[in-house]
């Protein structure tokens, strides 16, 4: 006969051999951001699916294709107008081309490799190749025409970005680039469109910015392009440019319109704008289509 002691020790030995439950979870420890950060969540522009591939370290996602159709932007890459087409290979590379430009008469490719990826740091490096023959270029016309009719420009940019997310709502960008330039033909008359636009030149230049997230869609970027020498080259020796003809400013704010579909509108300041375009302060327009 099991006696009430019996029973007793049965049911507490039992007890005791259930596992133990588990402690609740701890809470983040404020003083360690890896607990306390949040992560971008897929419908944000920070996350790597939308991210703002232009002066960052970050590049399109394996299999990603993007297009961008762009007018009146300053630089090599998207001088005039830009009809960009860019394709994500995986492992970070990317792939992209500028098809307005070859339809001028530029071709305009490059490539980019985001080869760091951390929580909060990114670097990426990028490279191009450009290359105008001033006979292609049917859109000049008048004295523009005849003096870039006669010259031919190679440019190959090289450049490494790195990307922090110091905050949800503040990104540090900072690029270091170095353009290799030359220009054929007879460069001793006129400065050329393609010196103009900054292509065919040799340049070395820092480029600090920054973004501010105003929400999930939205951010405001502001950047400056500050160049430690500029020389174009000439038949009769490199013409050196002060940096007050070169230095420039830019200010944009970028915003998901609907999914995979993004404006840009951005305010350039400068020397570069200004022979281009006929004012210091000009606008550029893009709008960029992730597939």
Known sequence: MITRATR????????CARPAAADPAAPADWQNPEQTAEPAVPGDV??????????????????????????????????????GATYGLGAGVEIEANLAHAGVGLLNVS????????????????????????????????????????????????GLTASALVARWVQLDLGVHYTYGNAFGETDGEDSLFEDAEIGIRQLFVQPGVRFFVSDSTAFELFAKLPTFTDVPRSRGDETLPFADTWSLDAGLRSRLAAGLFGNLRLH???????????????????????
């Open 8 to 15: 007793l020790a049965v049911v507490l030995g039992a007890l």
């Open 46 to 83: 920070r996350s790597p699916e939308q991210a703002n591939r232009r002066k960052s370290a970050y590049t399109a996602p394996r299999g990603m294709l993007i297009f961008e159709l762009g007018v009146f932007g300053v630089g090599g890459n998207e001088a005039f107008a830009r009809l």
């Open 269 to 291: 300041y400068g020397n570069v704008a200004d022979v281009v375009y006929g004012a210091p302060l000009y606008p550029s327009f893009a709008v960029e289509y992730r597939l």
């Open 111 to 158: 490539a980019a490799w985001h080869f760091l990826d951390t929580r909060h740091f990114d670097l990426g490096v990028g490279a191009g190749f450009w290359y105008g023959h001033g006979e292609w270029f049917w859109i000049a016309s008048g004295a523009t025409e005849s003096v870039v009719s006669k010259v031919d420009a190679l440019s190959l940019p090289v």
